[in-house]
């Protein structure tokens, strides 16, 4: 069995916004991650403030209030939390 190896770029993110369905997440080099909101229970229903207070990682972001952590490759793999 042979696996595929694809150069999929840099993965980390520069800036976070949402829409009323949509977890929207900005990658260094200019591309954006879209994926539904319902994903994602604890942001779901989190305040405008706690989705607005998220620090930056490497490969994703993490929601102090909210105790939530997001990877950009578990995004790219459509891996929903909860």
Request: negative net charge.
């Amino acid at each position: 069995m042979s696996v595929l190896e694809i150069d999929v770029g840099d993965l980390r993110p520069c800036a976070v916004t949402f829409t009323a369905t949509e977890l929207v997440v900005t990658l260094v080099d200019g591309r954006r991650i879209a994926t539904p909101l319902e994903w994602y229970p604890r942001l779901m229903t989190a305040s405008e403030r706690e989705r607005a207070n998220y620090e930056l990682m490497s490969m994703g972001i993490h929601w102090p209030d909210l105790d939530e952590d997001l990877g950009v490759v578990g995004m790219l793999k459509g891996r929903r939390v909860g």
